[in-house]
């Protein structure tokens, strides 16, 4: 998907991993060597994520880079 601007590393969205289920689009993506279970809000251009290894809850967010928008855009293509 790109490059993240805030961690400088690689993002990947695992297209096999991509489900919708009513106004919510699940999908798991990776950063580095994070992998993070996400479910997006395509209406209102945000995810909630939380890391898969650690479990640690990333809260709310709206992309902050185009690898970012970019995940948005793939992952909320109808």
């Known amino acids: ?3 993240s ?3 400088n590393e690689a993002v990947y969205v695992d297209n096999t ?3 919708k289920s009513g106004g919510t689009t ?3 993506y990776k950063i580095g ?3 993070i ?3 997006a809000e395509c209406e ?3 995810w909630h994520s939380v890391n898969k290894n650690t479990e640690e809850d990333y ?3 709206s992309p902050q880079s185009q690898a970012t928008q970019s995940i948005m855009n793939h992952v909320c293509k109808p």
């Open 17 to 19: 991993s991509i489900s």
């Open 26 to 28: 699940s999908f798991t």
């Open 33 to 35: 060597n994070d992998l």
């Open 1 to 3: 998907m790109g490059i």
């Open 44 to 46: 209102r251009n945000r």
């Open 37 to 39: 279970n996400a479910n």
């Open 5 to 7: 601007t805030n961690t």
């Open 59 to 61: 809260g709310w967010n």
